[in-house]
């Protein structure tokens, strides 16, 4: 059995009032006991943000871009600065210990900590990927839900966060169940004025011809640190990509699509609200193959 690994960061952040200057950054804990204060803002708000990160063989893949998300979602919700290099050292450490692993993940959870206490907590879980061979193989099928916010939600209303990666994740759980009843695997959100955002836990890529298209970070979606991976296979293979803002349209022009994401990486939809949509099962196969064999 693959190991089940948790560390607890002793100081996440360098502002962390009583923070020890030196000593070990994390401590090993036991997956199976409570770690956490019951009053951890965390798990009674919401009140944190998260990242999850693939490995590779004990290689974490993409770690400066999910550690800059980390520090990015972190400030949106104005809590401490985390402290980078310790998340670092964190992950990497709980990545060796599962170097044996072909596919597994790390997931790094920091919350603003105990209410009233001044100090945000900080821990990483990390195992073995489930087995997404056959979705990356005979993909998905996505029902189209509205968000709920318009286009431009960023700008009329920050405080609604979207774009931050935080812990308040019920609404995406619930979106996933109303795709369940509706016979579909995953959701696709559109904007409640028309504009395709992303999934729930994924970016959306369109492949058009020679193009490959996602949809615009200031719409409100979360910058993907596999997205701007396959963005750089899909140029190194001669093809173009680009950031746009796109209404439904685009779901019906396109040749491909896929959904995006850590540790599943690109799921090919193969339908939209029922209707059946063509997988490009060569380009997917060999993004797969790149995104899994990525070393950071
Ligand atoms: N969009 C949302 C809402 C997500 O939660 C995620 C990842 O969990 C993504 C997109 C994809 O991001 P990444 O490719 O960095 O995992």
């Known amino acids: 059995m693959p190991p089940r690994l948790l560390a607890v960061l002793t100081a996440p952040s360098r502002d962390t009032p009583g923070a020890a200057p030196t ?30 990160i693939s490995i590779g063989s004990g290689r974490a893949q993409a770690t400066e871009p999910h550690l800059g998300r980390l520090a990015r979602s972190a400030a949106m919700l104005e809590m401490p600065e985390p402290d980078l290099d310790a998340w670092r050292e964190t992950v990497y450490a709980l990545a060796e210990q599962l170097r044996d692993v072909p596919e597994a993940f790390a997931k790094l959870v920091y919350t603003r900590g105990v209410e009233g206490q001044d100090r945000p907590t900080g821990w990483v879980f990390a195992e073995a990927s489930p087995d997404h061979a056959a979705t990356r193989r005979d993909g998905i099928r996505v029902t189209v839900l509205d968000r709920g916010y318009a286009h431009d939600v ?22 996933v169940r109303e795709a369940h ?62 950031y746009e803002v796109l209404t439904r349209d685009a779901l019906e022009d396109a040749d491909a699509l896929w959904l995006l994401s850590s540790v599943r990486h690109a799921a090919p939809i193969r ?12 380009f997917t196969a060999d993004l797969n193959a790149f995104l899994v064999g990525r070393r950071d």
């Open 154 to 175: 960023v700008s009329t209303a920050p405080w609604l966060l979207q774009g931050a990666k935080t812990l308040s994740y019920a609404v995406n759980r619930a979106a």
């Open 271 to 282: 339908a939209v609200d029922g209707v059946p949509k063509s997988v490009d099962a060569a």
């Open 23 to 52: 000593g070990p950054v994390f401590r090993m804990a036991d997956v199976d006991h409570p770690v956490l204060n019951a009053l951890d803002l965390g798990v009674t708000r919401g009140d944190g943000v998260f990242e999850t």
């Open 181 to 242: 009843r509706r016979g579909s695997d995953d959701v696709l959100f559109v904007s409640s004025d028309g504009f395709l955002l992303e999934g729930p836990t994924a970016n959306l890529v369109l492949k058009r011809g020679d193009r490959l298209t996602t949809p615009a970070t200031s719409l409100g979606i979360l910058a993907g640190t596999t997205q701007a991976d396959a963005f750089s296979f899909a140029r190194s293979r001669g093809l173009t990509t680009s």
